[in-house]
């Protein structure tokens, strides 16, 4: 069986994201593709275009990763990732960014595909934990120590771990995350990797 016919099965006929049904083609996720369904989605050309930098990306469109997210299906899930590390500055995605879970594997994965495109260290700032140890998007991270949540009305605990932080591009000393349901702002000489 083809790929393509091992994609279209594995989809429904679909675009793994939009649900789109015109114009589906194989799409390769790398870095390192093996030809495989295993490795590639199937997309419409809008999605692909947009994936492939080909297009620019159309935040609304990527709406529909509010439910493709959420795919059991590693090559999707990686995509969904990198997708919305790139539009950071889109808080829908930022927030599901944060609750987005991959297992291990996956996560590298999807990290291994970002290069530069998530604002990890592009303009030269580089965040680093209070053990000197550099700090990633998507990296979690934990509290070394009780910190009073301004403006909030709670104390975010000492040992609580921060799953998915993002970098403040223009301040090596902030990175941000998500506490009790609550996205701050935290100071990362309060943090170790995790």
């Known amino acids: 069986m083809s790929i393509e016919q091992t994609l279209s099965d594995r989809a429904g006929d679909v675009c ?14 790398g870095p390192d593709t093996d ?3 295993e490795m590639a989605v199937l997309a419409c050309t809008t999605c692909a275009d947009q994936i492939s930098g080909a297009a620019d990306i159309d935040p609304k469109h990527w709406l529909c990763l509010n439910e493709a997210a959420w795919s059991q299906v590693p090559p999707v899930q990686v995509v969904a990732y990198r997708m919305l ?9 930022r927030d599901l960014l944060d609750v987005l879970y991959l297992d291990d594997e996956t996560l590298a994965w999807a990290k291994a595909g ?3 495109s998530a604002g990890e260290g592009d303009d030269g700032v580089v965040h680093k934990d ?3 140890a550099v700090l990633a998007a998507g990296d979690t991270v934990t509290l070394i120590k009780d910190l009073k949540v301004k403006g909030a009305n709670f104390t975010a605990k000492r040992g ?21 349901d609550q996205r701050i702002v935290i100071l990362t000489e309060f943090v170790k990797k995790a």
Do not use: Y
């Open 35 to 37: 030809g495989t369904a």
């Open 160 to 180: 609580t771990a921060v799953r998915n932080i993002s970098l403040v591009a223009d301040n090596a000393s902030q990175i941000e995350g998500r506490v009790n």
């Open 130 to 132: 209070t053990h000197g």
């Open 114 to 116: 970002l290069g530069g």
């Open 85 to 93: 590390s790139r539009m950071r500055d889109e808080s829908w995605a």
């Open 16 to 29: 793994e994201f939009c649900g789109a049904t015109e114009a589906l083609r194989p799409l390769d996720v």
